[in-house]
Structures are given as structure tokens and as C-alpha cells.
């Protein structure tokens, strides 16, 4: 697997498999870019896949984050892979978090590259608004808010650097506690937090399960979430190139009315997964894949 520089001097790594016109795949929080391997597969031998784990994850799980903005670290990470590999004119595709990280990389870096731009369940504005309330959660986000809060004062007593698993045990079943509630609403399945809290004892396994497991890390994505300062909804009004949204009708996270208004606002064209979560690649597999193959493909009817 191929390492890219980064500008702080750390070296991230991105799978390339196949060969043709350049697609650049940016997965979601918690995933790795070999998520998306079974869905690239049918269309190898058209289009070479670039896909990165982005900085925290997968084989780039050593590198760190070194601003306090994660969506501009990662959006500088991506600018520093598409220089080293030379790509031009490249199709982009972003999930979730990768979705966030190109609309960041739109409104504030050099996005002449991009010729297409495929975006998956994901708000351009995280935070409710008196004119949005399409935010993370929609209509429940500060409830949920209020859990990623207390989960950040918990870490605030933790040791500044680290795993979860080093933590002293007490410590380290609290925050699995709150941790293991926050992402079974994300990802809808009430029966991971009570498989937690079934087996809490074995906290130290769990702390080695989990897909995000560096405390820095896990502050960082917090207080990127809570501080409501991105809303990339001005510059997409502008978006330079043809673009797709697709929407996982049964989201938890995003609503998906704000995603049509979003795809409206943008020009693009709108592909509603009707049986997806937040997750099409798991809720609607075939469907997803050949909605992929028609975004790269330029078939879209």
C-alpha cells in the first residue's frame, strides 16, 4: 500500500487499485478505505480508486492530528495526495465525514482538480440554524449534543494523550459507557450499548474494538462537531461542477429533507436510497453500487 506525504511531515497511506480515470474516495468517521473495496470492484478496469485512511484511521491510525479544525487537516491532507500523485480532473466522492472534508475542501482550498463530485448522507451544516434545522439529529440535536458534551467533560479528566485502553479501569468504563450510547444512536442499533453495559467488565476489550480509540483524536472530532462554526451552505450555492447527492431515506443523522434542499441549492442531481440508513453501503449494498458506477460513469438520467 503506497504512502503520501503530508505537509507536517507525516506519512499517510491510500489504496490504488485499477487504472483509467482518477476517482478519489473519502470514507466516513470511524471506517478505512478499505470499506469501500467491494463496491470499486465492478468498475476496476475503468477507473483507478484512490482510497486514503484518512489521518486517525486504518494503516494512518500513528498520524495525528496537528490543528484544532479536523476538517481542514484532513481537506490539507487530501490537497498534499492529490499533489504527490499528480491527479487531474478526478471524480471525488465523499461519505459522511469525507462528505464534510470536501465540502471544507470547496469552500476554503484548491478545488480546480475536482471534474465531479459525488456526496454521500451527510448535512452542509452540522449545526442547527434559525433558517436550518437540518443539522446532525435534526430536530433531537441537542439532546444528542448534550451526550457528546458530557462525554468531552469526562475526557477533560483523562490524560492528555493516549488510548482508551490505558485508561485506569473506572475511568475507562465511564467513557465507554457514554461512548458506546453516542454511537448506537449513530448508527441506530440501541442493542450495541446494552451489549456494552452486559458486558462492561471487559471494558479493555472493548476500548480495543472501537474504530476511533485515541483520546486526542476523539476530543478533536467533539469539538469540531459542537462548535457549530461550519456551514458550507454559501459556497455550495456556487459549486463549480456537476455533482450528486445521495440520501439514505432512513438516515438518523441528517434529515432528509435538508439533503434535497441541500442537493437543490447545489445543482445537483438527487438519488434517494428508500430502504438506507445513514449507511447505504451496508443498508442497500447493490443499490449503492450501481448508483457509484452511474455518478462515475456520467449516465445519470
Not at 487531474?88 to 464534510?100: E, I, K, M, N
Not at 456537476?242 to 432528509?256: D, E, M
Amino acid at each position: 500500500m503506497p504512502l503520501f506525504p503530508a505537509r507536517d511531515g507525516q506519512s499517510l497511506h491510500v489504496r490504488i487499485l485499477g487504472r483509467g480515470q482518477p476517482v478519489l474516495m473519502l470514507h466516513g468517521l470511524g471506517m478505512q478505505g478499505r470499506d469501500w473495496l467491494p463496491f470499486v470492484l465492478p468498475y476496476l478496469r475503468r477507473y483507478q480508486f484512490y482510497m486514503p485512511d484518512l489521518r486517525g484511521a486504518g494503516n494512518s491510525a500513528a498520524a495525528r492530528f496537528n490543528q484544532a479544525d479536523v476538517f481542514h487537516n484532513h481537506m490539507q491532507d487530501m490537497e498534499d495526495l492529490v499533489s504527490h500523485f499528480g491527479l487531474q480532473d478526478f471524480h471525488l466522492v465523499g461519505y459522511s465525514l469525507g462528505a464534510t472534508t470536501s465540502l471544507h475542501w470547496h469552500a476554503h482550498g484548491d478545488f480546480s482538480p475536482v471534474g465531479r463530485y459525488l456526496h454521500i448522507d451527510q448535512t452542509p451544516c452540522i449545526a442547527n440554524q434559525p433558517d436550518w434545522a437540518h443539522g446532525l439529529f435534526g430536530d433531537r440535536q441537542e439532546h444528542f449534543f448534550s451526550q457528546l458534551r458530557e462525554l468531552l467533560v469526562l475526557l477533560d479528566a483523562a490524560p492528555d494523550h493516549g488510548r482508551i485502553a490505558n485508561l485506569a479501569a473506572g475511568m475507562r468504563e465511564a467513557v465507554l459507557r457514554q461512548l458506546t450510547h453516542i454511537l448506537a444512536q449513530v448508527a441506530g442499533r440501541p442493542e450495541l450499548h446494552s451489549a456494552f453495559r452486559a458486558t462492561s467488565r471487559w471494558s479493555g476489550l472493548w476500548a480495543r474494538l472501537l474504530p476511533v480509540a485515541e483520546l486526542a483524536d476523539i476530543r478533536a472530532y467533539l469539538q469540531a462537531y459542537l462548535s457549530g462554526s461550519h456551514d458550507y451552505r454559501p459556497s455550495a450555492a456556487d459549486f463549480p461542477v456537476p455533482a450528486t447527492v445521495i440520501t439514505g431515506a432512513r438516515s438518523p443523522l441528517y434529515p432528509a429533507e435538508g439533503q434535497a434542499a441541500f442537493a437543490k441549492l447545489m445543482g445537483a442531481r438527487h438519488v434517494v436510497l428508500p430502504r438506507s440508513g445513514h449507511v447505504p453501503l451496508m443498508s442497500q449494498p447493490l443499490a449503492f453500487t450501481r448508483a457509484l458506477g452511474e455518478f462515475l460513469a456520467d449516465t445519470e438520467s
